[in-house]
């Protein structure tokens, strides 16, 4: 199937599987704030995907090791009659969160739905989802994020949170401006529920503004630059060097957080903080199937071809 694929589905509103975990990560403008280094960072560069899409994949396998438990980060642009037509997946979840037009989504358990600007999908595939996910306006774009599993939990069955944009919690304060679309930030927490303790924070900071966001000591983070004007985004500390839009910047372990400042005079700086607890095991990804073993990675594939354990109506659906 094609290697790296999906893009989404909603019903507006919000649907919550289990009980919300706390994340205690917050935020903080303290002038004892210690910042985590930049360590690396990667720009992200277009490529073909899907049936005709375009995507920047900003985490591929080289980052997956200092990303744990990320696995994939991929901003994507499609028109019709491209999209990300029917495709498997097990073992991980997937985070759709579109930034312009709407992407709608099947699968073969029988959810269909769109999700339009602002909205977000929370996918667990779990132990197996065969889905689409297909351009519903002239223009679609949008964020899609790959979270791995742990081993207790890669053959759950899949369901899905979503939430539109009017559900997402949003604060202001200093000129900066988030979307806590998992976890919390400036005092106000997400109701999604992370199996894989995750934070996902868009912010939108105006000329002149910074900020200071707290993350677990132990978890790996990483941001995603979407806008910025000349010299605008600058990470880890006031004097490092700015970073420009379509970069991943990842951020060493330790220390309080991330600290941010838009130096631009006159653009604003627009970028996704994105973090989550390691989970340490090993990973075998096989295109859409992302296991621990490579056992496991061939009875995936027998399970897919034969339609059983999971994927029993593979041989039955076909989306409209």
Same mark, same amino acid.
């Given at each position: 199937?094609?290697?790296?694929?999906?893009?989404?589905?909603?019903?507006?509103?919000?649907?919550?599987?289990?009980?919300?975990?706390?994340?205690?990560?917050?935020?903080?403008?303290?002038?004892?704030?210690?910042?985590?280094?930049?360590?690396?960072?990667?720009?992200?560069?277009?490529?073909?995907?899907?049936?005709?899409?375009?995507?920047?994949?900003?985490?591929?396998?080289?980052?997956?090791?200092?990303?744990?438990?990320?696995?994939?980060?991929?901003?994507?642009?499609?028109?019709?009659?491209?999209?990300?037509?029917?495709?498997?997946?097990?073992?991980?979840?997937?985070?759709?969160?579109?930034?312009?037009?709407?992407?709608?989504?099947?699968?073969?358990?029988?959810?269909?739905?769109?999700?339009?600007?602002?909205?977000?999908?929370?996918?667990?595939?779990?132990?197996?989802?065969? !889905?689409?996910?297909?351009?519903?306006?002239?223009? /679609?774009? +949008?964020?899609?994020? $790959?979270?791995?599993? #742990? *081993?207790?939990?890669?053959?759950?069955?899949?369901?899905?949170?979503?939430?539109?944009?009017?559900?997402?919690?949003?604060?202001?304060?200093?000129?900066?401006?988030?979307?806590?679309?998992?976890?919390?930030?400036?005092?106000?927490?997400?109701?999604?529920?992370?199996?894989?303790?995750?934070?996902?924070?868009?912010?939108?900071?105006?000329?002149?503004?910074?900020?200071?966001?707290?993350?677990?000591?132990?978890?790996?983070?990483?941001?995603?630059?979407?806008?910025?004007?000349?010299?605008?985004?600058?990470?880890?500390?006031?004097?490092?060097?700015?970073?420009?839009? !379509?970069?991943?910047?990842?951020?060493?372990?330790? /220390?309080? +957080?991330?600290?941010? $400042?838009?130096?631009? #005079? *006159?653009?604003?700086?627009?970028?996704?903080?994105?973090?989550?607890?390691?989970?340490?095991?090993?990973?075998?990804?096989?295109?859409?199937?992302?296991?621990?073993?490579?056992?496991?990675?061939?009875?995936?594939?027998?399970?897919?071809?034969?339609?059983?354990?999971?994927?029993?109506?593979?041989?039955?659906?076909?989306?409209?």
């Amino acid at each position: 199937m094609r290697a790296a694929i999906n893009k989404a589905n909603t019903l507006r509103g919000l649907v919550t599987f289990g009980i919300i975990r706390n994340i205690t990560s917050m935020s903080s403008s303290s002038q004892s704030f210690v910042s985590r280094s930049v360590i690396k960072k990667v720009f992200a560069k277009l490529q073909s995907e899907g049936d005709g899409a375009v995507v920047r994949r900003g985490i591929s396998r080289s980052e997956q090791r200092l990303l744990d438990p990320f696995l994939m980060l991929d901003e994507f642009s499609v028109s019709p009659p491209a999209g990300f037509p029917d495709h498997p997946h097990r073992g991980f979840e997937t985070v759709t969160y579109v930034l312009e037009g709407g992407i709608t989504h099947q699968d073969f358990k029988g959810h269909k739905g769109t999700i339009y600007a602002g909205d977000v999908q929370w996918m667990t595939a779990g132990r197996g989802i065969i !889905h689409s996910e297909m351009p519903e306006e002239e223009v /679609n774009k +949008g964020l899609q994020l $790959w979270i791995n599993l #742990s *081993s207790n939990e890669k053959m759950i069955e899949p369901n899905y949170q979503e939430l539109s944009s009017s559900d997402i919690p949003k604060a202001e304060q200093n000129g900066v401006q988030v979307k806590v679309i998992a976890g919390e930030s400036m005092g106000i927490q997400s109701p999604v529920y992370t199996r894989t303790p995750t934070m996902f924070l868009d912010f939108t900071l105006h000329p002149g503004a910074q900020f200071h966001q707290k993350v677990p000591e132990s978890w790996n983070a990483f941001a995603y630059v979407l806008e910025s004007g000349e010299g605008g985004a600058v990470f880890g500390s006031s004097n490092s060097s700015p970073v420009s839009a !379509h970069n991943v910047v990842v951020f060493g372990q330790g /220390n309080d +957080g991330v600290s941010v $400042w838009n130096k631009s #005079s *006159s653009k604003k700086l627009r970028f996704v903080l994105i973090a989550g607890e390691p989970i340490g095991e090993p990973v075998v990804q096989y295109g859409p199937f992302v296991m621990n073993t490579q056992a496991e990675i061939d009875m995936t594939i027998e399970d897919y071809h034969y339609s059983k354990n999971g994927f029993e109506m593979a041989k039955y659906w076909k989306s409209q």
